[in-house]
């Protein structure tokens, strides 16, 4: 039996959380910034860092209290070291290093995108099917404020990035959409609270690089994603709408919340299902932020082939937190990888070429 404690802190959650042998979690704790952040539309790196910084003892405590072990119980210290917000991760980090060294554990970096990955795996007994020859290939699908990218994992662990944002990343579109429309921050949850009931079909909006736009989709895009024009598109109608006054009816914000989240789960939902039946996928994954949007869930549930399977990472494991971090993590501490007290942090996403927990891993 393995005890890894995990630690995350690449945006504006602080979360902390103790996960056993990568399947069970005892505690997740987490503390969000929303309201720190809501009053600037959209997080700032610096107040998020010494967000970090007042909320890790209290978020670690909570952590042990809930599990109802103690620190010479931990074997390995997991934490996120990209990609994210350097300010955040640095403390993250610092934090994790700091722990390693007092506790005399092993120090384990974590690529947060490929804990989101995991994430969708940690309920449910989900584990199981990571260990199955059977659920490969797995097509992810990882969309969150950063990330809107679709990646192939092998049964002997070799991952492929297919495609990915080449501007604006899903998450960072609701988010930007939503502070256009004043609907708030997060802009997920707002978009989605403001379209229930809408008309989806009101106002158009583009659906980039699906090969809609009357002329061919080119190859090396085909698996990729783009969302600045979808917004740039709001913009318009939104200035429009000023124009007339059409702006202040709530039947304007209901009609074009509900047509510009469509806009964004269509693409989303169909690059994943082309992606998977392309490469005879036998299951689907949806993770990161983003998946907590109901009209995706319910899309990726209408229009999953019967061969397929869907995984749906639990809300709770969507948005940031440390057990997809610990969890992950324990698979490198089975295998003694782990990181030098050097260990630095990234904020972007580098090429993933393999994951610890495939099937012929097991």
Not at 83 to 111: D, E, H, Q, T
Not at 124 to 145: H, M, N, Q
Request: with cysteine.
């Amino acid at each position: 039996m393995s005890l890894i404690f995990g630690i995350e802190t690449s945006c504006d959650e602080t979360a902390c959380a103790i996960v056993r042998d990568g399947r069970e979690v005892l505690a997740s704790a987490v503390a969000t910034q929303i309201a720190k952040h809501a009053a600037h539309g959209g997080v700032v790196p610096e107040l998020a860092a010494r967000e970090h910084l007042e909320a890790l003892d209290v978020v670690a405590e909570e952590a042990f209290r809930t599990a109802g072990v103690g620190p010479e119980s931990i074997d390995a210290v997991a934490v996120t070291n990209g990609p994210g917000l350097m300010p955040a991760l640095l403390v993250g980090v610092s934090y994790a290093k700091g722990l390693a060294v007092n506790w005399g554990r092993p120090l384990i970096g974590c690529n947060h995108f490929m804990a989101h990955i995991y994430g969708a795996f940690l309920h449910d007994d989900g584990y199981l099917l990571l260990t199955r020859k059977e659920t490969y290939p797995i097509l992810a699908l990882v969309v969150s404020g950063g990330h809107s990218s679709l990646v192939l994992i092998e049964e002997d662990g070799k991952a492929t990035h297919l495609g990915c944002t080449i501007d604006d990343a899903a998450g960072e579109a609701l988010d930007k959409g939503s502070k256009l429309l004043g609907l708030g921050y997060p802009g997920g949850p707002a978009i989605q609270k403001a379209a229930a009931g809408g008309d989806v079909k009101r106002y158009h909006f583009p659906r980039p690089l699906t090969g809609t736009a009357g002329k061919a989709l080119a190859l090396e895009h085909q698996y990729n994603f783009s969302f600045s024009g979808v917004k740039t598109a709001l913009l318009y109608q939104v200035r429009e709408a000023r124009e007339t006054n059409a702006d202040t009816k709530s039947d304007f914000i209901r009609d074009i919340s509900a047509s510009y989240q469509e806009a964004i789960v269509d693409v989303l939902s169909r690059k994943a299902i082309k992606a998977a039946r392309d490469f005879n996928a036998h299951t689907v994954v949806v993770a990161g932020g983003v998946a907590c949007n109901g009209e995706l869930r319910r899309r990726m549930q209408q229009l999953i082939p019967p061969s397929m399977l869907l995984r749906l990472a639990e809300p709770r494991f969507c948005t940031d937190n440390a057990a997809m971090v610990g969890g992950l993590g324990y698979y490198y501490f089975r295998d003694g990888v782990f990181s030098p007290l050097s260990l630095d942090a990234f904020a972007r996403l580098p090429k993933i070429s393999r994951v610890p927990f495939a099937a012929v891993a097991q």
